[in-house]
């Protein structure tokens, strides 16, 4: 008995060499939020870095280390991380606590995916900043939870970064309508736009489905190209984290309608700009987003 006591406190004790939460999480959005609501009391480790697409991201074997690591796994959930299920479900069934971003929001403020049976979501719900709102508060929660001791600190961290995606959703929202409504057709890469189109009235049309790399047929190209056309839409808009093949295709065939459409930047989508650079942050991805649109659409 006294051995089996002596075993379970050395075991302690190794783990508790360093006293910070140590959080993994699976995309750049996540990483960023967790980093700024943790500040200098986690530790986190993010999977996916810039110009990653989490829906085909597949785990390494260092990725499943961390994993197996943490104290906590954050991750998006609704089948953004498509080709990690599987292993973030055995991460929870080992007992590490797993959370799923996604379900702060409830499914009535959730949109539709692709697939026609119920409880199919689409996934992209950090590109509504008021939807993110909830999540940062879910976050917030789960680190207070796991860590009541710097509860303080959280808090603190979390009012002010909710303050800050406030005045991010009114700048987006107040610069969307520079653009006449007529004009607010948002055509990207990717159906990672839903939720920014219904947030900042925009009418979103994905080449690819939700996940890029759901098929893109001929007549689906055809179909966008007449629209382009007939709407006289001025630019179509690639994403970081998706391969500029289809949005070359459908522009090539706009070409053959007699009209130009540009491509009118890069998004970032599904993934985030480079660490250390402002487009690295949630904050300066969506306005670097929104001003690439005006710019390109006004
Ligand atoms: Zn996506």
Known sequence: MIIIVGII????????????????????????LVSII????????????????????????????????????????LHLEGKMTDLLANMAKQKIPTYAISDAVLNSKLMAGEDDYEGSYDPHIWFDANLWLEVITYVSNILIEHDPKNKDIYVINTEKYLEEVREVHEFVYNKAMEIPPQKRVLITAHDAFQ???????????????????????????????????QNEIKAIFVETSVS???????????????????????????????????????????????????????
């Open 195 to 229: 939720y920014f189109g219904r947030a900042y009235e925009f009418i979103v049309l994905g080449i690819e489905g939700l996940s890029p790399e759901s098929e893109v047929g001929i007549a689906d190209i055809r179909k966008l190209a007449d629209y382009i056309v």
């Open 9 to 32: 406190l050395s075991n302690t004790e190794t783990y508790d060499k360093s006293d910070k939460l140590s959080i993994v999480a699976t995309t750049t959005q996540i990483t960023d």
């Open 38 to 77: 943790g500040g200098d009391v986690v530790e986190v480790k993010g999977l996916m870095g810039s110009g990653i697409d989490p829906h085909s991201y597949q785990a390494t074997e260092s990725d499943v280390r961390s994993l197996q690591q943490a104290d906590i796994i954050i991750y998006n959930g």
């Open 244 to 298: 500029t093949r289809n949005a070359k295709a459908l522009q090539q065939a706009v070409k053959a309608r007699g009209f130009d459409v540009n491509i009118g930047g890069d998004l970032y989508s599904d993934a985030m700009g480079e660490k250390g650079k402002d487009e690295g942050t949630y904050i300066g991805m969506m306005k670097y987003n929104i001003t690439t649109i005006v710019q390109a659409l006004k």
